[in-house]
Structure formats: structure tokens, C-alpha cells
């Protein structure tokens, strides 16, 4: 039995945000961590391999340097650590980012026992696109916004959330989760984990590994492959500072300038 | 390139839960209204369900000239593998230019599997549409921080221009899908402006029963059951005024909830929370507004004790009034307040209150 975790590199888009002075934002400026939602994907096939001794196997997608959040990874008790890394791949959008993420799967495979899981969404991206669509390339049922997961066997009983409720679903392996915060407290790296994740290696899956898998159409991969396209990005002009009312009777001057307006 | 011209028409798949029609859909086809008139199509309104037709005529009164309507009891709660199967099999034989879905935890699911499937390109939780380029310039105009009048762009452009934001709302990006069809994308709710409703249009709207079929080997998700939440969820989206609580209520949380629902009710409205009270367990998370919460655009909107994180003004800057209260004279969230008081929160909501009181005693 495997569990093979989807886990990207992002931006801290909530910590300091950097921009050009074109008013672009400063990726290479910005500090990079690992996508939150996928802490939580690997915590959860952490918990299988302590209940049930499974591989856990994380792939990432992205640049080079993406390279020492794997073996953070491994330090927190991953098995196998693959980077997906090619020029060919850059600035995929959604569709392309799956199928090359579904080949990279594949190459590692799915057997009748495994889990793929992903995380609801990425920070920067934002889009939870991308494990729904590896699930339909890879022929997989899905479950996504997984708050509660539990197996029995070869069956899992998935609490998936709305925004008014949830909903008990059952799906057998192998299957595709994605994760989010509610799921599980995610853990720590632990002494061991750091001395021995330097002793593993680092698998690349490059452009050539992967440009044979059935999955790869070679020209809806990359910036020029992907369906969708930037057309122009831009940042949010700032709201003017409003009015500050100061001194004791701030709060009477509110009331007075809504009675004013009809707002009360 | 390719040859688009069979893809015609806007649809739009109008999710339903428990029989019902979300409050979205009517959003999403009013807009797709708004959209067919610069395209000149029509809009369709795609409705999967069990008994679901009289309810899908209403769509009709919000700008739908037909809608589609498959029923199945295999349709009546939604599973990724049943409703992915039949909307596809329906986009495959018709053809739109464009499928809109609302960007809910379901249509989130379901978006990007029959993206994959219909092999096209999917933008995510879009917040503005527009075809005509000049339109399209407009918005640019009044939202974003270009030179307009340096931007080049070609007018007769007739792509879907889908404006959504990313980088937890610190940018934002125009998406379009040129090489394949249809163009789809996941719109936030609440955003978009619903029509007013015409009960001559809802009865004019035709019904279309196409033939599908769905059958239990297609299901690979059980579904053992569907809960609603405890607690009947606030509604944010449709409220008129929104008091909405953060941290700054820490030093007594219990008193600073009432506090706010005093005022949400001497305001006639709802009392909502930053994500900082609702992972302290405060609140629960259907109050939580924000990039990942609701986005809500109410007359008037309060925040106390809220800092003004981005990921949290990515969900309310666009409300017609903003009134901060935070002790803090440079908390970011008075950057997009149109009054602001610093102060404590605990003696600022009291005081406003008994003015509001007095006003209202005197008018
Ligand atoms: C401003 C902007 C807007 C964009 N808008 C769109 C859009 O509307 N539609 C579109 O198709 N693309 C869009 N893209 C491209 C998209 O961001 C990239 O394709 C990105 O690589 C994946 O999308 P995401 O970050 O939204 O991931 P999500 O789909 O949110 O990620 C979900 C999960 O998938 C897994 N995952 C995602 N990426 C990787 C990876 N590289 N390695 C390993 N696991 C991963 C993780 O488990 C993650 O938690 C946009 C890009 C930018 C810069
Ligand atoms: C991926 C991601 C998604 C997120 N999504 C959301 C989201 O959807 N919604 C959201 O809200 N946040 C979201 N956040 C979190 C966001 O970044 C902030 O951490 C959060 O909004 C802070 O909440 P707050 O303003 O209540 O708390 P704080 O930032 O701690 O601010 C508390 C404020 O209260 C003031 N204060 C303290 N005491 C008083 C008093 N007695 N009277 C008056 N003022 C007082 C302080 O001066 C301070 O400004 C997200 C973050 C990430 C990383």
C-alpha cells in the first residue's frame, strides 16, 4: 500500500508581500513555504503509515530549489521524494500542471491499495483545480474538502464539508483526497527524521522521464500549452483613506453622519 | 486556428441541494444575461436533479431563454462521477461557448473534473466577466492600477475575459482560454448582480429534456448521508449590513460577540468574523468573511478588532460603506474604511449604540 502526497512550494502570500515598482508582484522577493492545505495531505498519509505501515511517497512540481522542502518532507516522515522538474513544464496552467503531476503518478503508480492526496487549494494559485483534474486523467473517483477520513480495509468513509454541512461519503481504494486545515493537526520533523532525510535521494522526474507516459500530450503542457492564459494581471487599485472621526464623541458623530445618509 | 463556429450560446449549471436552486445561480444567469447581449447568444440554464422543472423556470425570470432540465434519482444528490458524466455528455452534443458554474464547494468539484474531461481550460472563482473589449477597458479603468491608456488591445477581441484574483487577493489576473471550447469558469458567489425578477420571461422560458444516461456502474462515491449544519448558517451574502468580529475582542470574547449582535441588530443586520476568530473556535466558520469565507457586499460594513488582512478585505472592500473600530491608529483595515474610529472596541460599540438611539429619538 502507497501514499502518494501532491505538495507544492508557494509564496508566503500571507506574510510580507513584495512588488516590483511596476507594481508586479516580487516572487523572487518573497519568502516560500510549503502550501498549508498540503501539510495536511501528507499528515494524513502519515497517519496510515503508523496505523498501517504504507510508503509515503511526496511529489512536487516546480524549480530546483523546491528541492529542500522535499527533504523537509522526508524529515517529517516521508519515504520517497520526487521532483518534477523541466523547462518544458513552466507556467503551466491547471490542466497542464495535472497532467504532468498524473504522469508523474503514474510513473510511480497506483495500485488496487493506494491514495493519492492532494491539498484543496495552493496560496498562490489559488484555483483548487488541480486534484480534481489528476483524479479524472488518472481515472481515479475523488473526494475533495476531506475533513475526517477513516479506513476500514480497502474502504474509506470520507466527512466532506459544504458550506451548509457535510456529507458522509464511502469510496473504495485507490481514490484521490483532497485535504483541507480541519483534517488533522500536521506534525513536526523529529531529530531522527533530519539526520536520516539527508541520506535519501532526491528523485528527479525531468521532461524526458515523463514525455512517453500516455497522459503527456506534448502540446498542452507549459506557458505555450496550457488552455488558459494570463491575459493581463494587475493589481487592485487602493481604496482612498476614508474620514477618521476622533475625540470622545466619535461615536455620536457615526450615528449622527448614518441617521444623516438614512443608514439608521 | 480553430474553427469555433458550432460552439454557440452561454450555459450556466444552476446547482441545486435539497431541491432547491442556490442563491448563485440566479446570480450567474443574470450575468450570463448581461454577457449573451454583448455576444448576441443565448443562455441556457443547465439544471440536474430529481422533480427539478418548476423550479428551473424560475431561472427564465433572471435572463434564461431555455434551461435544460435532467431528472434522475441518481441525480438528486450530487456525486463528482453522475453529474460530471451527464454535463459533459450535454456539452458534448450541444456545444456551448461558454459554461459558467458557481464556485461553491460543489461546483469546485465538479469544474475542474469535467474541465479535464471536456479537455479545455478552466479559470477558477472569477469575480468579473466581460467579451467586448471596450467593456472590458472600462473595468480595467475604474479596478486596477494600469495606464489604461497605454494598454493595446485588440477590439474585436470576442474571447471570455475572466477577472479573478490570486495571491490571496494581492493581484489579480484576467484569464482567457482561446484555443479550446467551451470557456469555462467558477464565479464566486455573491458577486455577481441578480436581476430583477420578470415573471413574463420565467413563463416564456422553454424547457429542454434531452436524453441522457446515468446509471449506477457510473457511481464510484457513495453517499451515506448529507447533514446540515447544527446551527441555522448566517446568512452573510444576502444581509444588508455585516458587524463583523476579530481578534480585538480577545480580552472578552463572550462580551464582544454580544456587543456585535447588539449592534448588527439595532443595524438590521448579520454579525460575521475575521479567520482569526474562527480558528480560536469563537465562531463558527460559516461567519468567517474573507478570501477563504464569504465575500459580501452589504450597504454597510463594521469591523471591530479586525486588523485588515488582505485575506480578509479580499471579502469585503467592495461594501458600500465601511465603518473600522480598532485601537491600533495604523491598522491596515482603515486603508479601506470610509469612517474609522481608534479606540476600544468595548466602549466604542456601547457609546455607538446610545447615540444611535438618541438619533433615532430625535428624527
Ligand atoms: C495569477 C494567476 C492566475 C491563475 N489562474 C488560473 C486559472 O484560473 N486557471 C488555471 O487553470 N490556472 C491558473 N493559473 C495557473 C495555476 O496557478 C498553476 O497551474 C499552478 O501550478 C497550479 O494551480 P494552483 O496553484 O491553483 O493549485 P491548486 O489547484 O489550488 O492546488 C491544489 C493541490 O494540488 C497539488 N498541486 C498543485 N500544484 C502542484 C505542484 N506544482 N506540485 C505538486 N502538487 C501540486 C497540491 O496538493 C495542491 O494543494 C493561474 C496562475 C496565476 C499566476
Ligand atoms: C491562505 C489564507 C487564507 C486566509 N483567509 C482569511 C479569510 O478568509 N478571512 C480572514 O479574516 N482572514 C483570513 N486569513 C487570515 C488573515 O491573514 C489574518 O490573519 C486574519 O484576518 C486576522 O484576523 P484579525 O484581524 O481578527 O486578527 P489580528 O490580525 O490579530 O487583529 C486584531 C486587531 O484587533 C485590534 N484590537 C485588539 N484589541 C482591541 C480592542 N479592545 N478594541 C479595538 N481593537 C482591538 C488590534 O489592534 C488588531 O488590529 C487567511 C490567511 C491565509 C494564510
Redesign the pocket.
Known amino acids: 500500500m502507497k501514499a502518494i502526497?501532491?505538495?507544492?512550494?508557494?509564496p508566503d502570500t500571507a506574510g510580507k508581500v513584495a512588488y516590483k515598482p511596476d507594481g508586479t508582484l516580487d516572487r523572487a522577493a518573497m519568502e516560500v513555504v510549503t502550501?498549508p492545505?498540503?501539510l495536511n495531505?501528507l499528515e494524513a498519509a502519515l497517519q496510515l503509515k503508523d496505523e498501517a505501515g504504507c510508503e509515503v511517497v511526496v511529489?512536487?512540481?516546480?524549480p530546483a530549489p523546491?528541492e529542500g522542502m522535499l527533504r523537509e518532507l522526508l524529515a517529517r516522515g516521508a519515504d520517497r521524494a520526487i521532483l518534477?522538474s523541466g523547462r518544458e513544464f513552466g507556467?503551466?496552467?491547471?490542466?497542464?500542471?495535472?497532467q504532468i503531476?498524473a504522469a508523474a503518478v503514474n510513473r510511480v503508480g497506483v495500485g488496487p491499495d493506494d491514495i493519492v492526496?492532494?491539498?484543496?487549494?495552493?496560496?498562490?494559485?489559488?484555483?483548487?483545480?488541480?486534484?480534481p483534474?489528476?483524479a479524472e486523467k488518472l481515472h481515479l473517483p475523488q473526494v475533495s474538502y476531506a475533513a475526517e477520513i477513516k479506513k476500514d480495509g480497502n474502504q474509506l468513509t470520507v466527512k466532506r464539508m459544504l458550506e451548509d454541512g457535510f456529507m458522509m461519503l464511502r469510496v473504495d481504494t485507490p481514490c484521490l483526497i483532497?485535504?483541507i486545515k480541519e483534517l488533522n493537526q500536521p506534525r513536526y520533523m523529529n531529530v531522527r527524521g533530519i539526520f536520516e532525510c539527508f541520506d535519501k535521494e532526491i528523485e528527479v522526474f525531468d521532461y524526458e522521464a515523463l514525455k512517453d507516459d500516455p497522459l503527456i500530450e506534448t502540446d498542452t503542457i507549459g506557458l505555450k500549452g496550457?488552455?488558459?492564459n494570463?491575459f493581463k494581471?494587475f493589481t487592485p487599485p487602493q481604496k482612498g483613506a476614508g474620514a477618521m472621526l476622533n475625540g470622545d464623541d466619535a461615536a455620536a458623530k457615526l450615528a449622527s453622519i448614518l441617521a444623516e445618509k438614512h443608514l439608521i | 486556428m480553430t474553427d469555433f463556429s458550432e460552439y454557440k450560446g452561454i450555459w450556466v449549471f444552476c446547482e441545486q441541494r435539497n431541491g432547491e436552486l442556490m442563491p448563485t445561480d440566479f446570480e450567474l444567469v443574470s450575468e450570463a444575461a448581461r454577457l449573451a447581449k454583448e455576444i448576441g447568444c443565448k443562455v441556457t440554464g443547465v439544471v440536474l436533479g430529481n422533480g427539478m422543472e418548476t423550479a428551473a423556470k424560475e431561472l427564465g425570470g433572471y435572463g434564461a431563454d431555455e434551461v435544460i432540465v435532467c431528472d434522475d434519482p441518481l441525480l438528486e444528490v450530487y456525486t463528482t462521477d453522475a453529474y460530471t458524466k451527464v454535463l459533459c455528455d450535454l456539452v458534448n452534443e450541444y456545444k456551448p461557448e461558454a459554461l459558467l458554474m458557481g464556485a461553491t464547494n460543489i461546483g469546485r468539484d465538479l469544474g475542474?473534473r469535467c474541465?479535464a474531461r471536456l479537455h479545455t481550460?478552466?479559470?477558477?472563482?472569477?469575480t468579473h466577466l466581460d467579451v467586448d473589449t471596450k467593456e472590458y477597458i472600462e473595468f480595467l479603468r475604474s479596478s486596477s492600477t494600469l495606464d489604461v491608456d497605454t494598454v493595446k488591445l485588440d477590439e474585436d477581441d470576442r474571447n471570455l475575459k475572466?477577472t479573478?484574483p490570486?495571491?490571496g487577493g494581492h493581484?489579480?489576473?484576467t484569464?482567457i482560454c482561446p484555443r479550446f471550447r467551451p470557456q469555462m469558469?467558477t464565479v464566486r458567489p455573491g458577486v455577481m448582480k441578480k436581476a430583477e425578477f420578470d415573471q413574463a420571461k420565467a413563463d416564456a422560458c422553454q424547457v429542454i429534456r434531452p436524453a441522457f444516461s446515468i446509471s449506477k456502474e457510473d457511481i464510484h462515491v457513495e453517499v451515506l448521508s448529507v447533514e446540515k449544519a447544527a446551527k441555522k448558517m448566517v446568512d452573510l451574502i444576502g444581509a444588508n449590513v455585516v458587524v463583523s468580529v476579530g481578534r480585538g475582542i480577545s480580552k472578552n470574547v463572550k462580551e464582544g460577540i454580544a456587543l456585535a449582535e447588539k449592534l448588527a441588530d439595532a443595524m438590521g443586520g448579520v454579525v460575521g468574523a475575521s479567520r482569526a476568530v474562527v480558528d480560536a473556535g469563537w465562531m463558527s466558520s460559516d461567519h468567517q468573511v474573507g478570501q477563504t469565507g464569504k465575500t459580501v457586499h452589504p450597504k454597510i460594513y463594521v469591523a471591530l478588532g479586525i486588523s485588515g488582512a488582505i485575506q480578509h478585505t479580499a471579502g469585503m472592500q467592495d461594501s458600500e460603506l465601511i465603518i473600522a473600530v480598532n485601537k491600533n491608529e495604523s491598522a491596515p483595515i482603515f486603508g479601506v474604511a470610509d469612517y474609522g474610529i481608534v479606540g476600544d472596541l468595548f466602549k466604542v460599540v456601547p457609546d455607538l449604540l446610545k447615540a444611535m438611539e438618541a438619533e433615532r429619538a430625535v428624527r
Open positions: 502526497v501532491c505538495v507544492k512550494q508557494v502550501n492545505d498540503d495531505a511529489i512536487s512540481m516546480g523546491a518534477v507556467g503551466s496552467d491547471t490542466f497542464a500542471t495535472s503531476l492526496f492532494c491539498g484543496r487549494q495552493a496560496i498562490d494559485g489559488d484555483t483548487a483545480q488541480v486534484g483534474q489528476i483532497t485535504c496550457s488552455p488558459t494570463v494581471a | 475542474p474541465a481550460g478552466l479559470t477558477a472563482d472569477a475572466m479573478r490570486a495571491f493581484m489579480m489576473a484569464i469558469s
